[in-house]
């Protein structure tokens, strides 16, 4: 569904990725782990197309995203996209979040975007919140509203970049809960993540970066015994 072939990126003098390889399949869920500053949001921006790259090729779904703007709109509606920081819309409340995208990128109906925004946040267990603002909502109930969010697009891919970092300890488990449900039902998944409960659980692969390259790509079995 998704290949990393060998993209460099750099800010002015300063090589981010070095010839970065990752190959996600269908169904697939990924965790990425390695030092802070190591580039895994890099590379996660770089997919998303918020970065350009130097060198290599993205191919999603087997079309070469990173050369033809033209395909642009795909990454836009089939990749989403889930930040550290929530990044919801404050004067909207959560149901219009999620109404959002498909109503003004897919042109849909508002009733139906409605229905779709319920079902939604009936699936990360916040339908009696729908009406709630951001502030009036914790950071873990922000986090899976920006996750249906993300689903209202019904995306192929989903891209995690730290998503419970900012969320105190309590309410870690309540958005991981909700990654490994979807991942379990086969929404393909890449999430750079610290949580290592979570990698153990969900991930199919395990990638270890460093200094911005790729040292290690292992099934989960084989990293968390130790092979
Ligand atoms: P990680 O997600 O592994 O913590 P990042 O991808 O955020 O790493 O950052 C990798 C390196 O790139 C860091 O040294 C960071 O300071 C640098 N960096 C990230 N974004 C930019 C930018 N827009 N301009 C310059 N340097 C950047
Ligand atoms: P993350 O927590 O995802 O690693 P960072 O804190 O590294 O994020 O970066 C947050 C934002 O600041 C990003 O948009 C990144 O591109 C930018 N950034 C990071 N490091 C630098 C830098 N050295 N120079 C300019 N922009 C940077």
Redesign the pocket.
Known sequence: MLRISGIDKS?GDTQILKRCSIEVAPKETIVIIGP??SG???LL?CVNLLETIDAGKILFEGRDVTRERRHEHLVRQQIGMVF?NFELFSHLSAVENIMLAPVTVLGMSRHDAHDLALGLLDKVRLRNRAEAFPDELSGGQQQRVAIARALAMKPKLMLY??PT?ALDPEMISEVLDVMTDLSAEGMTSVVVTHEMGFARRAADKIVFMDAGEVIVTASSEQFFSGV
């Open positions: 800010y802070s500053g895994k949001s890099t921006r550290q970049d730290e970092s």
